[in-house]
């Protein structure tokens, strides 16, 4: 109960934060910022700003300080950034995706040069509220953080060959690199961001940064082995109407058994890595969340 009180509190934080930023006042570009609140509000399960603050405040030992205002707008900028490149990816040139949320995508609800507009507008808001950090010389670390995880070698990089894949035969280490990418790099953004706004040193960062990829990585590869699963598979009992998955995925590549493997072990070393840490119990709850889609 106290588990769920905290992602409660700490997630009206971040909606409040997105509420603020996502407010516009005057009639110029009116379509834009409509999108732009389509976009994000009401938005998904917020997975990233929540590790964000969960991982700043484990490591500041949960003190009330007016550094949790810094952490919930680093959140905000995760969220805002999260967001312009699912608008980016759904585009017709991209995956062209007709629904997001179970709702029109933003290509679809307006057009295509407003929705290449909106991710635009987004990514570039974020690094706005990050300039809003209270100390100067954090506000610079953690745009320098966010501009490396998003750029050609971090998420938009990974969306990038995910493209160039769309004709290819896919290998198991080219999709671990895209989901590296795509998946893993803004989680390792809130985990090094959260870090540097407590102020911790290197070897946190890194722990926290390999905590943070691994629970990218397990949610990911539980996505594949559901959709199998839903499905069927060479080991289970499966209806007769079992359409095999794509090649393209971790069971289709490593096999179901092998995938969930994968996984397990993922989910494991997360856990060891944070072991030592005290008020560690928010982030095995992270672990846990996941652990639980695991069919």
Not at 180 to 199: E, F, H, R
Not at 211 to 228: F, K, P, S, T, V
Request: glycine content about 6%.
């Amino acid at each position: 109960m106290l588990l769920q009180k905290y992602f409660e509190t700490r997630l009206d934080l971040i909606e409040q934060g997105l509420e603020q930023y996502l407010s516009f006042e005057g009639p110029t570009a009116s379509e834009l910022k409509e999108a732009m609140r389509f976009a994000v509000i009401p938005g998904g399960k917020r997975w990233r700003p929540l590790l964000l603050i969960a991982i700043y405040e484990m490591l500041t030992g949960f003190k009330k300080n007016k550094g949790l205002a810094d952490a919930v707008l680093a959140a905000v900028a995760i969220e805002l950034c999260h967001n312009a490149a699912l608008v980016h990816d759904d585009h017709p040139a991209v995956k062209n995706r007709s629904e997001r949320r179970s709702a029109p995508s933003v290509h679809q609800k307006w057009d295509n040069a407003i929705a290449i507009l909106t991710g635009d507008a987004l990514y570039t808001l974020a690094f706005e509220v990050l300039g809003h950090i209270s100390k100067p010389e954090k506000a610079l670390a953690a745009t320098r953080i966010l501009a490396s995880y998003t750029k050609s070698y971090g998420m938009i990089g990974g969306q990038m060959v995910d493209v160039e894949m769309k004709r290819k035969v896919m290998k198991i280490n080219t999709l671990r690199y895209i989901d590296m990418k795509k998946v893993g790099s803004l989680l390792q953004a809130s985990a090094d961001i959260a870090c540097v706004l407590a102020s911790v040193e290197e070897n946190d960062r890194m722990v926290m940064n390999a905590y943070a990829l691994n629970l990218g990585m397990a949610y990911q590869m539980i996505e594949d082995i559901a959709a199998d699963y839903n499905r069927g598979g060479d080991d289970l009992d499966f209806s007769d109407d079992y359409v095999p998955v794509s090649r393209g995925s971790y069971t289709g590549l490593l096999g179901f058994d092998k995938a969930r493997n994968a996984v397990e072990k993922l989910l494991s070393e997360s856990e060891r890595m944070i072991k030592p840490y005290a008020n560690r119990d928010v982030l095995v709850e992270f672990i846990q969340m996941i652990q639980e889609r695991l069919p």
